[in-house]
């Protein structure tokens, strides 16, 4: 306390001046228009600037709440779509039966991790065994797939990216309806190769390739990527073809993780081939 009160015993004549100069600016201001619409305009500015960045702030934090308003509304949108039901073959109904049921359901998680430049890529993701989120369940954004969900904790996944060496999808031509097999070769990030697809099988650049649904993880439909270029090798009997992918692997925010209400239930069927 005596080392302030010294301080302010020796700087007492620069304190008195500021203080007489601060009486002064005040009247001058006080009594003279064009001062004080100066001192008005001045501060009028800073405020401005202030607010501005304050404003830009709040818009931020504003729209990402937006934006995830409308993730839950889109997930909620994709499970009353027709691809998310399956027909229903009973013969006798009841009033509050319906010919559909559902069997597709969407999970909106954010993505808080992700790989797109290595020979195994993944995201995680934060929704996890709480959410109702399992291992082998399909991951996809409002563009196409995504990938598959490798394992899960109480609040976070990891997925397995389609940009990974050992995921494969069954992916349909949707114009011929033909199936292949989609892989990622590596090298970019915004191409895969569709394989297995026969010579005979006519191919256009800009076909789109969808799911197939012949998996228990996606639905069929689900978007894949468009033809880029395709070629036949002089003896081989299948195209190859090179896919550009539609998922934006670089800058994927938003996902959704479908889960197949069927799931146990097909689990359970014992097929011939595994007898």
């Given at each position: 306390?005596?080392?302030?009160?010294?301080?302010?015993?020796?700087?007492?004549?620069?304190?008195?001046?500021?203080?007489?100069?601060?009486?002064?600016l005040?009247?001058?201001?006080?009594?003279?228009?064009?001062?004080?619409?100066?001192?008005?305009?001045?501060?009028?500015?800073?405020?401005?600037?202030?607010?501005?960045?304050?404003?830009?702030?709040?818009?931020?934090?504003?729209?990402?709440?937006?934006?995830?308003?409308?993730?839950?509304?889109?997930?909620?949108?994709?499970?009353?779509?027709?691809?998310?039901?399956?027909?229903?073959?009973?013969?006798?109904?009841?009033?509050?039966?319906?010919?559909?049921?559902?069997?597709?359901?969407?999970?909106?998680?954010?993505?808080?991790?992700?790989?797109?430049?290595?020979?195994?890529?993944?995201?995680?993701?934060?929704?996890?065994?709480?959410?109702?989120i399992h291992?082998?369940?399909?991951?996809?954004?409002?563009?196409?797939?995504?990938?598959?969900?490798?394992?899960?904790?109480?609040?976070?996944?990891?997925v397995?990216?389609?940009?990974?060496?050992?995921?494969?999808?069954?992916?349909?031509?949707?114009?011929?309806?033909?199936?292949?097999?989609?892989?990622?070769?590596?090298?970019?990030?915004?191409?895969?190769?569709?394989?297995?697809?026969?010579?005979?099988?006519?191919?256009?650049?800009?076909?789109?390739?969808?799911?197939?649904?012949?998996?228990?993880?996606?639905?069929?439909?689900?978007?894949?990527?468009?033809?880029?270029?395709?070629?036949?090798?002089?003896g081989?009997?299948?195209?190859?073809?090179?896919?550009?992918?539609?998922?934006?692997?670089?800058?994927?925010?938003?996902?959704?993780?479908?889960?197949?209400?069927?799931?146990?239930?097909?689990?359970?069927?014992?097929?011939?081939?595994?007898?």
């Open positions: 306390m005596r080392n302030i009160l010294d301080l302010l015993w020796q700087i007492r004549f620069t304190l008195l001046f500021v203080t007489f100069e601060a009486i002064a005040y009247f001058i201001i006080r009594h003279n228009g064009y001062q004080q619409s100066i001192i008005l305009s001045a501060s009028s500015s800073f405020t401005g600037r202030v607010q501005e960045r304050y404003d830009r702030v709040l818009d931020y934090f504003s729209l990402r709440q937006a934006n995830e308003a409308l993730v839950r509304e889109n997930a909620l949108l994709r499970a009353s779509l027709k691809e998310s039901f399956v027909l229903s073959s009973k013969k006798v109904f009841y009033r509050e039966d319906t010919v559909y049921r559902q069997r597709f359901e969407y999970v909106p998680a954010r993505v808080i991790r992700s790989t797109f430049n290595r020979r195994s890529n993944y995201l995680v993701i934060d929704k996890g065994e709480d959410d109702g291992k082998d369940m399909g991951v996809i954004t409002s563009q196409g797939v995504v990938g598959i969900v490798h394992s899960a904790s109480k609040h976070y996944a990891s397995l990216s389609m940009l990974h060496k050992d995921v494969r999808l069954s992916g349909r031509i949707k114009r011929s309806g033909y199936v292949g097999t989609v892989r990622w070769e590596g090298g970019s990030a915004e191409e895969a190769a569709l394989t297995e697809v026969p010579g005979h099988v006519v191919l256009r650049a800009g076909d789109t390739v969808i799911t197939s649904g012949y998996s228990l993880i996606f639905p069929a439909g689900q978007p894949i990527g468009v033809v880029k270029r395709h070629f036949m090798r002089e081989d009997h299948f195209h190859t073809i090179t896919l550009e992918l539609l998922t934006p692997f670089r800058g994927v925010d938003h996902v959704y993780v479908i889960r197949d209400l069927a799931r146990e239930e097909l689990d359970q069927l014992k097929l011939p081939q595994d007898e």
